[in-house]
T-cell receptor, first 115, second 113 residues
Framework: DTGVSQDPRHKITKRGQNVTFRCDPI?????LYWYRQTLGQGPEFLTY????????KSRLLSDRFSAERPKGSFSTLEIQRTEQGDSAMYLC?????????????FGPGTRLTVL | AQSVTQLDSQVPVFEEAPVELRCNYS??????LFWYVQYPNQGLQLLLK??????LVESINGFEAEFNKSQTSFHLRKPSVHISDTAEYFC???????????FGTGTQLKVEL
């Protein structure tokens, strides 16, 4: 399967713990996006990378959140000191060059539950 | 203010009936508009998109959407739905730089026999 993959698919953690998610984009896609989707809402933009550079971060991304894409390939999203409000589906998407006509391909998501 | 609005959270419809899922966008959204579909336990998939040119765009599985600038709408339609069309449908538009997508809240289409 050469689509966008995310790991893990599900994560249950206790409040205050740190969690890290991984996204592997489609190879040769140079743009990578993170979105968050809560119940009953559409996905909301968090941040995006072009190659290894993080070009924009949403105000939704508090200082407890950090994302990296060290070699311009896979990306990680870390949440420190998780809170119950962080419970959501975290989606990753990639595109080939970032033109408006370029389709963003989405992964299956990581569902986070904070107890 | 919501940039992309989907007025209907759920739309029940009988198989083979026509359906319209409504989407309106605000001026903060560019005219690059998309419909994504999310089947149960699957990721978002692009259904169709409007970038420029003909205001009527079609998908390979019979859906179509019409960009209407005067009404700031991009409604999704299908003349005859199938059970397999049961899914959640999201309207989205490009906002700001970076081609980040702003999504509506989604419409759950439930096709019944």
């Amino acid at each position: 399967d050469t689509g966008v993959s995310q790991d893990p698919r599900h994560k249950i953690t206790k409040r205050g713990q740190n969690v890290t998610f991984r996204c592997d984009p489609i190879s040769e896609h140079n743009r990578l996006y993170w979105y968050r989707q809560t119940l009953g809402q559409g996905p909301e933009f968090l941040t995006y990378f072009q190659n290894e550079a993080q070009l924009e971060k949403s105000r939704l991304l508090s200082d407890r959140f950090s994302a990296e894409r060290p070699k311009g390939s896979f990306s990680t999203l870390e949440i420190q000191r998780t809170e119950q409000g962080d419970s959501a589906m975290y989606l990753c998407a990639s595109s080939v060059s970032g033109g408006s006509e370029d389709e963003q391909f989405f992964g299956p998501g990581t569902r986070l539950t904070v107890l | 203010a919501q940039s992309v609005t989907q007025l209907d959270s759920q739309v029940p419809v009988f198989e083979e009936a026509p359906v319209e899922l409504r989407c309106n966008y605000s001026s903060s959204v560019s005219v690059y508009l998309f419909w994504y579909v999310q089947y149960p336990n699957q990721g978002l998939q692009l259904l169709l998109k409007y970038l420029s040119g003909s205001t009527l765009v079609e998908s390979i599985n019979g859906f179509e959407a019409e960009f209407n600038k005067s009404q700031t709408s991009f409604h999704l339609r299908k003349p005859s739905v199938h059970i397999s069309d049961t899914a959640e449908y999201f309207c989205a538009g490009i906002t700001g730089g970076g081609n980040k997508l702003t999504f509506g809240t989604g419409t759950q289409l439930k096709v019944e026999l």
